[in-house]
């Protein structure tokens, strides 16, 4: 077991040495680094260190990632976990692998340890930032992000090659030509914008509508099944509102937006536009979310995944936001992002 963590480390050394050499040709050493995470550095050599990467924050999450990959290696092993909690069944390939470039430039041929325990190395073909941490992708399918298991891994090898989990039946937020209480919109761009078709994760969610060019204040009501009045909000001067109590969990909603124009009241959605409709998610359900995101509670894909699969496409939608941002240039997560767009 010792042989194969040190042959383990070893390689990751080397990994990470010709990946800082690429990077930065007047980075500091690995061997420095690695002495620096390691805490093996004199008073006098670790204030020149510090120095030397204070303005360069690549070499600050190297820095961290050999300290997560000390870490790791340091844990005893672990029993193999309970098959099937992250496999999710109709994840369809949807779009080609491209290489993408974020903290660390993985070059063709880089082979760092296989995460699956493996003596073998495997090619890195991408890499993603991703909250606290990078994930990295082998050409064989391998994903590596510390604190993920097996199942979870295959998840995120599923999302990177452009495939999210199903969404559950959503069929009773997403109700054909119905009407609700008032009369039709003549602006038809004006209406909800969300939450519509989803589940929510707050009784307070955030309700957001497209502006009508001649508002000059916006009215908001929200009704249950039975088009009782469970919230509302008056005078909104924006084109967003939160209601003061939170909506039941466990329930469906519909609402309404009316626009207070120099013509009158226009109210959406009217008909013959649908209901805007969504679900405040029960505790069970978010039971289950906060079960999914164990393994990695800092990574952004991981939670978006857990999100697909219970339904809150808001949620899972804020989370891919947050990794583009953190991404720029990488083609896998807008690819995500449309694809989150067509289930819905």
């Given amino acids: 077991m010792n042989k194969d963590r040190d042959a383990d480390r070893r390689r990751l050394e080397g990994f990470f040495r010709d990946e800082l050499r690429a990077a930065e040709a007047q980075a500091p050493s690995f061997d420095e680094l690695a002495a620096y995470a390691e805490g093996r ?49 109709g994840l369809a390939a949807a779009a080609s692998l491209a290489a993408a470039a974020s903290l660390i430039v993985l070059k063709p041929g880089a082979n760092p340890p296989d995460p699956r325990g493996s003596a073998s190395p495997v090619t890195p073909v991408a890499s993603l930032r991703d909250g606290d941490q990078t994930i990295l992708l082998s050409a064989d399918g391998t994903v590596w992000l510390a604190g993920a298991d097996d199942d979870l891994r295959a998840a995120l090898g599923a999302a990177l090659r452009g495939a ?15 009407a609700l209480m008032g009369r039709p919109s003549t602006a038809p761009a004006f209406g909800p914008e969300a939450p519509v078709g989803t589940r929510v994760a707050t009784g307070q969610p955030t309700f957001r509508w497209t502006p009508h060019p001649d508002a000059a204040a916006y009215d908001v009501k929200v009704f249950d099944q039975d088009f009782r009045e469970q919230a509302s909000g008056v005078d909104v001067s924006g084109t967003q509102w939160q209601p003061p109590r939170p909506l039941a969990p466990g329930r469906i909603y519909l609402w309404q937006v009316s626009a207070h124009t120099s013509h009158g009241r226009v109210t959406a959605p009217a008909p013959p536009r649908p209901e805007a409709r969504f679900e405040v998610a029960g505790d069970a359900l978010l039971a289950q979310v906060t079960q999914r995101r164990s393994g990695a509670p800092s990574s952004h894909l991981v939670a978006a995944l857990a999100f697909v699969e219970a339904g809150l496409l808001d949620d899972a939608e804020a989370e891919l936001a947050a990794l583009d941002t953190a991404n720029p240039g990488n083609p896998q997560v807008p690819a995500l992002r449309e694809r989150l767009r067509g289930m819905r």
């Fill in 164 to 178: 999210l989990p199903p969404v559950p039946d959503l069929a009773s937020l997403r109700p054909g030509h119905s």
């Fill in 41 to 89: 550095l004199s008073p006098d050599e670790r204030a020149a260190l510090e120095e030397r990467i204070a303005g360069d924050d690549v070499l600050k999450r190297e820095v961290e990632l050999l300290r997560e990959l000390r870490d790791e290696l340091a844990r005893p092993a672990k029993p193999a976990p309970a098959r099937g909690r992250w496999v999710w069944t």
